[in-house]
C-alpha cells in the first residue's frame, strides 16, 4: 500500500493548563521518531483518566501543553526508520502505555507499565484527541483487520484495565466476583469479561438504568446503593458469605473501603479507579483474620492486551457505547463530573 498523503495540521482538542479551556481546534500533525508509528485516529473512547488528566489532580504531574485521550483506534499512515513489524494500512491502538525503556527490571519482567520511564498517551505524551498520533511501535496494539474501530476503542484502556484486574482477583470458574461501579466505562466491560471468564457477577450502582444495563450485559444480582439500607449484608448474603473477589472500579473511597467488609475470607480486594488523595482503609484484626488480600491493578501488558482484545474479537465482549464528536468533549467530561454516563463514550476524531 503507497503511503497516503499526511496533511500538515489537523484538528484536535488541546488544553494549556490543567483545568484551563478545552480547545477544539487546529494544531500541527506530529512526526513520528524513529521507533514510533503515525496513527490516523478514527475513533478515541473517553476515560475518566483523561478528566483527571484535564484537572491535573493527579500526584503526577501532565505534560503541558496537552492533548489527552488513550483509547485511539486508527490506521498506521507512516513509521518512523527503525520500526519493525508494522506496515501501512495496518489497524493499531494507542494504549494508556504509549511507551517503556523495554530494559528496566519491570520492563525485563512484562511488567511495561511500572517502568520508571513510562510515556503516558494523553498524560505525559499527546494522545488519542486529535487525527493523528504516535505511539510506540513496541507498545502500540496490533487490532485485527476489519475489526470495527469505535467500538473496540475503549477495549485499549477499559477492556484491557479490567481484564487484568480480573486476573489479578485469582478466582476460579463459578466463585463470586463484585464489580463496585458496575454500569460504567469500566464496570459495562467487566462485567461481560467476567461472565467470560466463568465467573458469578454481583454488580454495585445507583438507578434503574444502570440494573437494566448490568442485567443485559449478563449480570447476575445487582445491588443499587440507592434503594439497600444495607448493601454490605445484602452483598454477604446474596454471594453466601461474601464475594471471592472485589473489583473496585467506583472512584467513591467509602466505596473502596466497604469492599474490605464484604470480601469473603481469603478472598481479593483490586483497586483499580483512582479517586485523587483517596485511601484504602481495612481494619487490620479482621483483615489478618480472614486472611484478606488488597492489591492494585494498573494497566495490563502486551499480553494481558492481545488477550483482551481476543475476547473482543469473538465477539465474548462488547462496548456499549455513545458516539459523539470530538468536539463535543467538554460537554462529555461535564456529565462525567456529574456521573451522568452510562457506557462509554468514543468521540469520532473527524467531527
Known amino acids: 500500500m503507497s503511503a497516503p498523503v499526511i496533511p ?32 490516523n485516529v478514527k475513533y478515541s473512547g473517553v476515560c475518566h483518566t483523561d478528566l483527571h488528566a484535564w484537572k491535573g489532580d493527579w500526584p ?39 511507551g517503556s525503556c523495554m530494559s528496566c527490571e519491570y520492563c525485563e519482567l512484562s511488567n511495561e507499565s511500572n517502568c520508571p520511564d513510562a510515556d503516558l ?17 513496541v507498545q502500540a496494539a496490533r487490532i485485527p483487520a476489519g475489526t470495527d474501530l469505535a467500538q473496540v476503542a475503549p477495549i485499549l484502556c477499559a477492556g484491557i484495565t479490567v481484564y487484568k484486574a480480573l486476573k489479578s482477583a485469582n478466582l476460579r470458574a463459578g466463585e463470586w466476583v463484585a464489580i ?17 471468564m466463568g465467573y458469578r457477577v454481583l454488580g454495585i450502582d445507583g438507578g434503574d438504568e444502570k440494573a437494566k444495563l448490568f442485567k443485559e450485559l449478563g449480570g447476575e444480582v445487582f445491588i443499587d446503593f440507592t434503594k439497600s439500607k444495607d448493601i454490605e449484608g445484602d452483598i454477604i448474603k446474596a454471594t453466601n458469605g461474601g464475594a471471592h473477589g472485589v473489583i473496585n472500579v467506583s472512584v467513591s473511597e467509602a466505596a473502596i473501603e466497604a469492599s474490605t467488609r ?21 481494619e487490620v484484626f479482621s483483615h489478618v483474620v480472614k486472611s484478606i488480600s488488597i492489591v492494585g491493578s494498573y494497566v495490563g501488558n502486551r499480553a494481558d492486551t492481545r488477550e483482551a482484545l ?6 465474548l465482549v462488547h462496548s456499549p457505547i ?14 462525567m463530573e456529574k456521573g451522568q454516563i452510562v457506557g462509554r463514550y468514543v468521540v469520532d476524531c473527524d467531527k
Open 262 to 282: 464484604y470480601v469473603r475470607a481469603n478472598g481479593t480486594v483490586v483497586l483499580v479507579g483512582l479517586p485523587g488523595g483517596a485511601y484504602c482503609r481495612s
Open 60 to 98: 503526577l504531574a501532565t505534560k503541558l501543553p496537552l492533548v489527552g485521550g488513550h483509547e485511539g483506534a486508527g490506521v498506521v499512515v507512516a513509521m518512523g526508520e527503525n520500526v519493525k513489524g508494522w506496515k501501512i494500512g495496518d489497524y493499531a491502538g494507542i494504549k494508556w502505555l504509549n
Open 121 to 137: 498517551s494523553g498524560y505525559t505524551h499527546d494522545g488519542s484527541f486529535q487525527q493523528y498520533a504516535t505511539a510506540d511501535a
Open 310 to 315: 481476543d475476547f473482543f474479537v469473538r465477539g
Open 322 to 335: 455513545i458516539i459523539a464528536p470530538l468536539s463535543d468533549l467538554p460537554e462529555i467530561f461535564d456529565k
Open 8 to 39: 500538515k495540521t489537523q484538528k484536535g482538542v488541546i488544553f494549556e493548563t490543567n483545568g484551563g479551556k478545552l480547545e477544539y481546534k487546529e494544531i500541527p500533525v506530529p512526526t513520528p521518531k524513529s521507533n514510533e508509528i503515525l496513527i
Open 180 to 196: 463496585s461501579g458496575a454500569c460504567g466505562g469500566l464496570g459495562s466491560l467487566a462485567i461481560q469479561y467476567a461472565t467470560a
